[in-house]
């Protein structure tokens, strides 16, 4: 139902009408819907996805394998592969990706910097998770 792809499945929901106030520590798939005040954290060496829907919010750091955004970022974004900005996301906060796909209207207030898997920037920055 929350698929993606076949590779990584959605197999956590936070709902709408759900507020999380603490860190998210997470494997697999993540859709969030709803309103997180904390850090949404993939396991380290796993593959890990995080879909953020058009309602939902983090304000804090993000950090996964591959990202689709379409609601409100306020922190950093660490995504070690895929990066998908859909034309109403909003990122207030430093990105770090591998792969950008970002779409006409997507906002992002901050830098956006390209690594390469052998960045050193973005190996310490996932190693400390």
């Known amino acids: 139902m929350f698929e993606r792809n076949a590779k ?19 494997c697999g798939g993540l859709r969030i819907d709803g309103h997180v005040r904390g850090n949404v954290i993939g396991e380290p060496g796993e593959p890990t996805h ?8 983090i ?3 993000v950090r996964c394998s591959s990202l689709v955004v379409s609601g ?3 922190g ?5 592969e895929m990066l998908e ?22 906002q992002v207030q901050g830098k956006l910097s390209r690594h390469d898997s052998a960045d050193p920037v973005l190996h310490l920055a996932v190693s400390e998770m």
Not at 12 to 21: D, M, P, V
Not at 76 to 80: F, G, I, K, L
């Open 59 to 61: 304000d804090g750091e």
């Open 8 to 26: 990584t499945p959605i197999d956590t929901l936070i709902g709408a009408s759900t507020r999380i106030e603490g860190d998210v520590l997470f």
């Open 76 to 80: 950093p974004v660490y995504v070690s």
């Open 72 to 74: 409100e970022i306020n």
């Open 50 to 57: 995080v879909v953020l829907g058009e309602a939902g919010r």
């Open 85 to 106: 900005i859909q034309p109403k996301a909003r990122i207030v906060g430093e990105v770090y990706y591998k792969v950008l796909e970002m779409h006409s209207g997507a």
